[in-house]
């Protein structure tokens, strides 16, 4: 899938509607300062937003959603601590190689370092098994 993103277009927009042009339906969030705006993007383009309590559920529930309904499943989480909470499903997923996508929320470029939410994202996701692009 390549596509040209226009002029004047969020990141967020721009990965709702990459995300919408493939048909998918559902998604799952726990939203945060990160990703609430996808997550509000993502239902301006008709997708359903399900949100359950923690970021492992989340992506337990796309995985569950990918194997049963034959679709990809869709999980938005934030960086840091976000990330971090869904190793087990992460491996699950990958184990069972299901079609499950995860968006990951970054931190801004501008903000300040050394924070919370730093987090070697790219080691944690590649150590669970599952692919990490940027």
Do not use: W
């Not at 801004?108 to 994202?121: I, N, Q, S, V, Y």
Request: proline share 5%; net charge neutral.
């Amino acid at each position: 899938m390549e596509r040209l993103i226009e002029a004047g277009t969020s990141v967020a927009d721009a990965v709702a509607e990459a995300v919408a042009a493939e048909g998918v339906t559902l998604a799952v969030n726990v939203p945060d300062e990160v990703t609430i705006l996808i997550s509000q993007a993502l239902r301006e383009r008709g997708i359903r937003i399900v949100r359950p309590r923690h970021e492992h559920n989340g992506v337990l529930i796309a995985d569950g959603y990918a194997r049963t309904a034959g679709d990809v499943g869709v999980c938005v989480v934030g960086p840091g601590p976000a990330i971090a909470q869904t190793g087990n499903a992460l491996v699950t997923a990958q184990r069972k190689r299901s079609p499950v996508l995860v968006l990951l929320g970054q931190n801004p470029a501008a903000g300040p370092r050394g924070g919370l939410k730093e987090f070697d994202a790219q080691r944690f996701v590649e150590s669970c098994g599952a692919r990490y692009v940027a």
